[in-house]
C-alpha cells in the first residue's frame, strides 16, 4: 500500500514550528519512514507546482503553521486544503494567530508607515513602500500583498484538527501523527491536546492557595519569582488558570509564568476575557469592601498594556478582533 | 441568566437607533425598572434588557459579545456593593473597570461601557441613567 503523504507549510511564523518537527528526534525516522512527504518547503525542495500536480484530496494531511497575513499565504494554504484530507493546523499562530496577531493592534497602513519609514535604522528618502507590482529595467517584478490584518488559519480556510502551541511539543505532535496514521481521531474541529487548565496540571499548584488575593502585580523583571511557588501567589500574572495544559508546563519548569499559547480549554470563545475575568476577581480580593474606587483604580493601573497581555497569543481569534476588522475593511 | 421577552433586537437595522443592552440585576433593580418602562410603548423601541442573577455572575465575554454582534453600548446596573447579597459586585467593580482599559486597544471606546449602582426603588433614577447612557453612545454612533 502507498504511503500516505503529508505535506508541512509555514505561513506567518518565526520558524519554530519548524524546529518542533525536528525536535521529534529520533522518532521523526519512525515517522519519514512511514509516510512520504509531499511538501516542506523548509528542508525539502518540491515547489508550488509539485503540489498542484497531485490529484485533489490525495495528500493525507496537511501540518500547516503560522498566521495568515499574504497573499501567498493564502493562495498556498488554499491550495493546500484543496489537496488535502486533513488539515492540520500546527502552532498558536494558525490556531490563534500567535505573537504576528498582535500586529492587529495595528493595519497594514501604520505598520508600513513605521517599518519602512520612522523606524530610525531606515534610510528610505523616497519613502517607498512595498508594491504588489513594480517595473524595473523594464521588467515587472511582483511582491505577494501584505493584507491590513492577521488571519487565524481557520478564519481563511477550513481546518480539521488543531495543535496547539508555541511550539507544539513533541509528544502531541507524535500523538496526532499517529491518531492520524491509525485514524483513531477525534471528532472534527477538535484541539488535540488534554482539555484541562494548566493550573491542574502545574507543579506549583500545590503552593496555590485555596484563595488568591492580589493586593499588588509584579511584572517578571521586577523580582526573583521563587521557583517553589505559584506565581499567581506571588504577584506575578500567570495564565495558567485560562490555559489549556498540554506543553508540559514549559515556562513554568523555566521559572515564568504562562503567556497562554496553548489558547484556552474548550467552550471558551475569548481566552482574553477569561484571563481577564480571573485577574480582576483576585485583584484586591482581600479586604474588597473596604477598598475605595480610587485604591481599585490603582490597583487595576498596574496591570501594563492589559489588551496586549490577555491577547497575548490570540488576537486574531478573539470577539472583537478589533473595529477594522470587524466593519470588514 | 434568562433573556427576557424584550431581549430580542431592537428596533431595525436601518433606523440609526443606537443599540444599546441593558444588564441588570434580578434581586433589586430588574423589577422596578421594568415596571417604570410599562407604557413607554413598543417593546422593540427599548434597549434590550439581560437579567443577571448578580452583576458578580456577568462574565467578561458576553459584554465583548455584545458588542461583537453589534451593541453601541453595554450598560450595567448593579445594586450598589455593600447593598449586594453576594458581594460580587465587587468583583464586577474590577472587571468593569480592566474591561474598560482593555476596549481601547480593540476598537471600541471605552465610553460605550457603563456600570451604574442603583438600589432596590431607584428605577426612576435607573431609568434616568440608561436614557442619559444612551444618548453619550447615540453621539459615539455605531460600531
Ligand atoms: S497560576 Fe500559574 S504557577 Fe500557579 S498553579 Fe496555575 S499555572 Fe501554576
Ligand atoms: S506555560 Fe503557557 S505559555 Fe508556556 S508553553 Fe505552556 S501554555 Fe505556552
Known amino acids: 500500500m502507498a504511503k500516505p503523504k503529508v505535506a508541512f507549510y509555514w505561513c506567518a511564523s518565526c520558524g519554530g514550528c519548524e524546529e518542533a518537527v525536528v525536535d521529534l528526534a529520533e522518532d521523526i525516522l519512525a515517522v519519514v519512514g512511514a509516510v512520504d512527504i509531499v511538501f516542506w518547503p523548509v528542508a525539502l525542495d518540491f515547489k508550488k507546482s509539485d503540489v498542484e500536480a497531485h490529484e485533489d484530496g490525495s495528500v493525507a494531511v496537511s501540518f500547516i503553521n503560522g498566521a495568515v497575513r499574504t497573499s501567498e499565504q493564502e493562495e498556498m494554504v488554499k491550495l493546500l486544503r484543496r489537496k488535502s484530507g486533513l488539515v492540520v493546523a500546527f502552532g498558536s499562530c494558525a490556531h490563534l494567530g500567535g505573537i504576528p496577531g498582535l500586529a492587529n493592534f495595528h493595519d497594514r497602513k501604520s505598520i508600513f508607515e513605521r517599518v519602512y519609514k520612522e523606524a530610525p535604522s531606515n534610510a528610505n528618502p523616497g519613502g517607498v513602500l512595498p508594491q504588489t507590482q513594480t517595473t524595473v529595467d523594464g521588467k515587472e517584478l511582483t511582491l505577494p500583498e501584505f493584507h491590513d490584518t492577521v488571519r487565524t488559519l481557520d478564519q481563511v480556510i477550513d481546518v480539521d484538527y488543531y495543535l496547539p502551541g508555541c511550539a507544539p511539543p513533541p509528544d502531541l505532535i507524535l500523538g496526532a501523527v499517529t491518531a492520524i496514521l491509525e485514524g483513531k481521531l477525534p471528532e472534527k474541529g477538535a484541539v488535540l491536546a488534554p482539555d484541562k487548565s494548566l493550573c491542574d496540571t502545574c507543579p506549583l499548584n500545590d503552593s496555590k492557595p485555596e484563595k488568591v488575593s492580589l493586593a499588588e502585580f509584579k511584572r517578571p523583571h521586577q523580582i526573583l519569582a521563587d521557583p517553589e511557588k505559584c506565581y499567581l501567589a506571588q504577584g506575578l500574572i500567570c495564565h495558567g488558570p485560562a490555559t489549556r495544559s498540554g506543553c508540559g508546563e514549559r515556562c513554568i519548569n523555566a521559572n515564568m509564568p504562562c503567556r497562554g499559547c496553548f489558547g484556552p480549554t474548550k467552550g471558551v470563545r475569548d481566552q482574553g476575557a477569561k484571563i481577564l475575568s480571573f485577574l480582576a476577581s483576585i485583584a484586591g480580593l482581600e479586604g474588597e469592601e473596604k477598598m475605595t474606587d480610587e485604591e481599585v483604580g490603582r490597583l487595576i493601573g498596574q496591570i501594563d498594556d492589559p489588551a496586549g497581555l490577555f491577547y497575548f497569543y490570540s488576537l486574531p481569534a478573539s470577539l472583537l478582533k478589533r473595529k477594522n476588522l470587524r466593519q470588514g475593511a | ?143
Not at chain 2, 460580587?88 to 474598560?100: C, E, P
Not at chain 2, 442603583?118 to 444612551?134: P, Q
Open chain 2, 1 to 143: 441568566m434568562g433573556v427576557t421577552t424584550e431581549g430580542k433586537p431592537a428596533a431595525e437595522e436601518k433606523s440609526l437607533r443606537p443599540k444599546v443592552l441593558v444588564f441588570c440585576c434580578n434581586w433589586s433593580t430588574y423589577p422596578g425598572f421594568q415596571l417604570s418602562r410599562l407604557g413607554e410603548g413598543d417593546e422593540g423601541d427599548r434597549e434590550p434588557i439581560i437579567i443577571t442573577m448578580c452583576t458578580g455572575r456577568l462574565d467578561p465575554e458576553l459584554i465583548l459579545e455584545a458588542f461583537s454582534r453589534g451593541a453601541w453600548g453595554v450598560f450595567v446596573a448593579g445594586c450598589p456593593p455593600d447593598e449586594c447579597e453576594h458581594n460580587g459586585n465587587y468583583k464586577t467593580r474590577r472587571r468593569i473597570l480592566l474591561l474598560k482599559k482593555t476596549l481601547g486597544p480593540l476598537g471600541v471606546e471605552p465610553e460605550r461601557l457603563a456600570l451604574e449602582w442603583v438600589s432596590t426603588g431607584e428605577s426612576a433614577k435607573l431609568a434616568k441613567l440608561v436614557g442619559d447612557f444612551t444618548a453619550r453612545v447615540a453621539q459615539l454612533g455605531p460600531l
